[in-house]
T-cell receptor, first 113, second 114 residues
Framework: AQSVTQLGSHVSVSEGALVLLRCNYS??????LFWYVQYPNQGLQLLLK??????LVKGINGFEAEFKKSETSFHLTKPSAHMSDAAEYFC???????????FGAGTTVTVRA | NAGVTQTPKFQVLKTGQSMTLQCAQD?????MYWYRQDPGMGLRLIYY???????DKGEVPNGYNVSRLNKREFSLRLESAAPSQTSVYFC?????????????FGSGTRLTVV
C-alpha cells in the first residue's frame, strides 16, 4: 500500500521567489508519482509525473520535481513564483500493481506581491 | 471538449434525502473513480471501477453506492444523506489502473447536507 505525506499545509512566498513543496511517499514497489494543481473552485489538473524514466521531471507552468529514491521524496519546485501560482497542490502516488491513486493532504500556496 | 463531465455542480440536500451524482467521460478510458475532498484531508477514494462491469470499495465507501452504467458513465448515489457527507465530490478516469498516465478529473460537485 502506498501513502503520501506533504510537509506544510500552507506555504507563502513572495512573487519572484523560489517555490518549494515537499512530498514524501511510501510504496512497496517502484512508484508512479504525480503532482496536481487545483485552482479555486476547479478540478485537479496534472502538473507533472514521474514514471521511472528521468529522475528530474519538468511540467507545465515552469514547475519541476526530482525523484529521489534514497529519500523517498518527490519535491516540487519553481524558481520564480508568479501570482498565478496561487493554488492548492497535491502530491499523489500509485504503482503498477494498483488501480488507485493515493493523495497527500495538499499544500496551499499564496503568493505575496 | 474531451474530458470528464460531472452533474450537478452544486446541490443542497436535507438530511435523509437521496440523490445521484452523475459522471461521464468521452476519452474511452477503462477505469473510473469517485473521490471526496475535505479540508486538510486531501482526496479520499470512495469507490472505483477498474473496468466496465466491475466496482470496488475505496477508503471511505460507507453511505454510498455506485453504478458503472457503461464504459462512459459512473454514478454515485447517496441513499440517505447525512451532514458528514457535506463535501466536494470529484469523478476521475484513467486509461487503465496501475498506469503511468494519472487521472483526468471532472470539475467537481459541491454538496451540502443540512
Amino acid at each position: 500500500a502506498q501513502s503520501v505525506t506533504q510537509l506544510g499545509s500552507h506555504v507563502s512566498v513572495s512573487e519572484g521567489a523560489l517555490v518549494l513543496l515537499r512530498c514524501n511517499y511510501s510504496s512497496s514497489v517502484p512508484p508512479y508519482l504525480f503532482w496536481y494543481v487545483q485552482y479555486p473552485n476547479q478540478g485537479l489538473q496534472l502538473l507533472l509525473k514521474y514514471t521511472s524514466a528521468a529522475t528530474l521531471v519538468k511540467g507545465i507552468n515552469g514547475f519541476e520535481a526530482e525523484f529521489k529514491k534514497s529519500e523517498t521524496s518527490f519535491h516540487l519546485t519553481k524558481p520564480s513564483a508568479h501570482m498565478s501560482d496561487a493554488a492548492e497542490y497535491f502530491c499523489a502516488v500509485s504503482d503498477s500493481n494498483d488501480y488507485k491513486l493515493s493523495f497527500g493532504a495538499g499544500t496551499t500556496v499564496t503568493v505575496r506581491a | 471538449n474531451a474530458g470528464v463531465t460531472q452533474t450537478p455542480k452544486f446541490q443542497v440536500l436535507k438530511t435523509g434525502q437521496s440523490m445521484t451524482l452523475q459522471c461521464a467521460q468521452d476519452m474511452n478510458h477503462n477505469s473510473m473513480y469517485w473521490y471526496r475532498q475535505d479540508p486538510g484531508m486531501g482526496l479520499r477514494l470512495i469507490y472505483y471501477s477498474a473496468s466496465e462491469g466491475t466496482t470496488d470499495k475505496g477508503e471511505v465507501p460507507n453511505g454510498y453506492n455506485v453504478s458503472r452504467l457503461n464504459k462512459r458513465e459512473f454514478s454515485l448515489r447517496l441513499e440517505s444523506a447525512a451532514p458528514s457527507q457535506t463535501s466536494v465530490y470529484f469523478c476521475a478516469s484513467s486509461l487503465d489502473g496501475g498506469n503511468p498516465y494519472g487521472y483526468t478529473f471532472g470539475s467537481g460537485t459541491r454538496l451540502t447536507v443540512v
